[in-house]
């Protein structure tokens, strides 16, 4: 955590090859949000501000930053998965202001999954549907447990698999942050709400979590590691259920617009389902809609880490200051 | 065809709602291209053409359109994949004339293949190679051909598919105009041209003919269409060849931009491979880039039809307005 700030109170630029050295040795203490606020008032130009943050306060200022005519630019999760309420805020606030909010980071990182989202909605094609495995962590796990090339994947149990991605550094420091199904749950709120839908939460339906209710109250995140193979049964048991259809388990989020229904949890797919064939730690989302028919537009790729995540918000960077100019 | 032009020489707007009946019973002749420049030069905003033609002759007026300021939104791959002289006159034209011109849809439809190309070139990422299947007429065939779900797919003849084809309306009223590969060679030599490759044309680089030598000569495709069965034992043996392999075989262009070398034409992928899984007449697109890492960033989905045109010409244009206000 770096609770440091550089900036110029004279609005000079920052050099930016010596911007970190700079930082570590003379940075100052983080303003205030009042006092950013009113940094960028002052600011001889106009502003896009680029949140790389996920903090929850930074989020609830976009309303009073928008206002002010600053943009936007984020791919923190949390201002557009929170309550309805400061979505609303948010977007009228951008009316208001003159200025942009591009945040198509928070959903699949660098990939287009936020644009064409609104792009679908504003050319008035109809989505109908849109479901997704929408964590890179859930990817890998299942494609780990139950791989479509083999019936039985690799044979591993449920426990040694999610003990190795946390080693491999694939999962939140705590698992638990992971299986609860919360960050899927936050980015299919995100997609609910720019198909229109009213989602008033992201616990506002159903998320089947991957932590067992007996390790609910567990003290803390290796405690519950070192517990998790007492359920490998329940873990198999979904798995040899879906074999038997042969079919494979996959942890997907899913919005069916007409009958507003979102849902996040356990599903099957038959083997040769782009779900089902997927790798690594990919995600995937698949829009169907009037347009498209049948078949759906469906974009995969790596959907969380650094340097895929610095491609979408510099994207919307380069497009707000296209639309501003 | 439609050879009648709707305007108002007082540049009135036209009724939406009657114009195909107004057209229709008082339509004039359409005007000449220095016309359509004077009378577009005398309007009394800011003008944004919409060219749903094919026609090369508007795309080669491009260039003189955009100097004055006009942008250009359109579907037309002529004007991407002619010459690199007209490539380069339009976009030196458009930095001259304070216009844009977007053409999502000449690649994939709506599908968001040029956003995605150019968002990873304008982010510095490095892309090392695009595959895809670009054609959605190659790919109902060899979908029908070689499925990847049993080894032999409908076990179906080469011939007869294609004749079925034509009958559903999939091909082009010739289907040599299909199979000659010309279409995807168009749509490989515009995404080469954005990555920053210098080709020339897309008869500058090795293209696969599914037209056999001996059939080149074929009056009309009619003809070609009854001839083509004495051909199936050669398409037959590329499909046993990858069967072999436990592959089966697709029609693909490619380009390895470090190499800088196009190609279009017939490649084996293991069956789980998602180029194998495609169904319908779904196009693919893959990018692999330095940030995305061994798995690529792939789209997918139905890249060709009015409908989902629709979707990226007025995706384009509302992206223009949003720009240009």
Redesign the interface.
Same mark, same amino acid.
């Given at each position: 955590m770096i609770d440091r700030a550089l900036y110029h109170p004279d609005h000079s630029a920052i050099d930016i090859d010596t911007s970190v050295t700079t930082l570590e040795t003379t940075g100052t203490a983080p303003p205030s949000i009042p006092e950013i606020i009113e940094y960028l008032a002052n600011a001889p130009h106009r502003v896009i501000l680029v949140d790389n943050t996920s903090a929850t306060s930074l989020a609830e200022a976009y309303p009073a930053l928008l206002r002010r005519g600053f943009s936007i630019i984020t791919p923190n999760m949390k201002a557009f998965s929170g309550s309805y309420q400061l979505w609303e805020d948010i977007f009228s606030s951008v009316q208001a202001g003159n200025a942009v909010v591009f945040h198509e980071s928070s959903v699949g990182a +660098?990939? =287009?999954i936020i644009? %064409?989202a609104k792009? #679908?909605v !504003? %050319?008035?094609?109809q989505i109908t549907r849109i479901e997704g495995i929408f964590s890179g962590t859930m990817s890998y796990l299942f494609n780990m447990f139950a791989s !479509? #090339?083999g019936s039985s994947g690799s044979g591993e149990s449920w426990s040694s698999i999610v003990k190795k991605a946390k080693e491999l550094g694939y999962t939140e420091p705590d698992p638990r942050d992971d299986l609860n199904g919360l960050d899927v749950a936050r980015k299919l709120t995100i997609l609910g709400r720019l198909v229109g839908l009213r989602v008033e939460s992201p616990t506002a339906f159903p998320v089947q979590s991957l932590i067992p209710k007996e390790l609910e109250g567990t003290a803390d995140g290796q405690t519950f590691l070192q517990q998790l193979d007492q359920f490998d049964d329940r873990m198999k048991s979904y798995k040899v259920a879906a074999e038997k259809e042969g079919k494979v388990v996959r942890f997907v989020g899913s919005i069916d617009v007409e009958s507003k229904t979102l849902k996040v949890g356990l599903e099957s797919f038959d083997t040769?389902h =782009?779900m089902a %064939?997927l *790798?690594?730690n990919?995600n995937i989302i698949s829009f169907y809609t *009037?347009?498209? +028919?049948?078949? =759906? #537009? %469906?974009?995969?790729?790596?959907g969380a880490g650094a340097? $895929?995540t610095? $491609?979408g918000v510099?994207?919307d960077l #380069?497009k707000a200051i !296209?639309?501003l100019r």
């Open positions: +660098g990939m =287009p644009s %064409t792009e #679908l !504003a %050319t008035a094609d !479509a #090339l040769m =782009p %064939t *790798k690594g990919d *009037k347009r498209y +028919g049948a078949l =759906p #537009l %469906t974009i995969r790729g790596a340097d $895929v610095a $491609v510099t994207g #380069l !296209a639309q």
